[in-house]
C-alpha cells in the first residue's frame, strides 16, 4: 500500500500493483523520457554553438526586459540579472517535457499552465507571501 495525506490532511492509501507501483503509472516510459531531456538539456549546455546562439540573443533580451521594465510590466524589486536567468531557465526546465510525457494533461494545457506559473507564479491571487 501507499500511504499519502491529502490536501484536508487526511491519510490515504492506494493500492500498488505487482511492479510495486500504483496501476496506470508509466514509470519506466516516464524515467525514460526524463532521462532523454536531461541528457539533452546537458548536450545544449556542452554545445559551444548553442551556448553562442543564446548569447547572440542576449542583447536583444535586455533590451526587451529594459522595456518592459520601464512599461511597468515586471514586478518591482526583482533584480535585473533574475529576469534573463529566469527565462534561459525556463527554456532548460524538464517540467514541460515531465507533464507532456505524463499524458495526463493535454499539450496546450501544459504549454499553458507552465507559462501562468512562470509569469504569474503559484501563489493565489491576493495571497500575502510568508514572512511579510
Do not use: W
Request: hydrophobic share 40%; proline share 3%.
Amino acid at each position: 500500500m501507499i500511504s499519502s495525506v491529502d490536501g484536508d490532511g487526511r491519510s490515504t492509501s492506494a493500492r500498488k500493483d505487482s511492479t510495486g507501483h500504483r496501476p496506470g503509472f508509466r514509470t519506466s516510459q516516464f524515467v525514460a523520457r526524463a532521462q532523454a531531456i536531461l541528457d539533452a538539456t546537458h548536450g545544449l549546455l556542452a554545445n559551444r554553438v548553442y551556448l553562442d546562439s543564446r548569447m547572440t540573443v542576449s542583447d536583444p533580451t535586455g533590451t526587451l526586459i529594459e522595456g518592459a521594465r520601464e512599461r511597468g510590466e515586471l514586478r518591482i524589486g526583482l533584480r535585473d540579472a533574475l529576469v534573463p536567468f529566469t527565462l534561459y531557465a525556463r527554456s532548460c526546465d524538464t517540467t514541460l517535457g515531465f507533464l507532456k510525457a505524463s499524458g495526463s494533461i493535454l499539450d496546450d494545457d501544459v504549454v499553458q499552465q507552465v507559462v501562468d506559473a512562470c509569469f504569474d507564479g503559484l501563489a493565489a491571487s491576493g495571497a500575502v507571501p510568508a514572512g511579510h
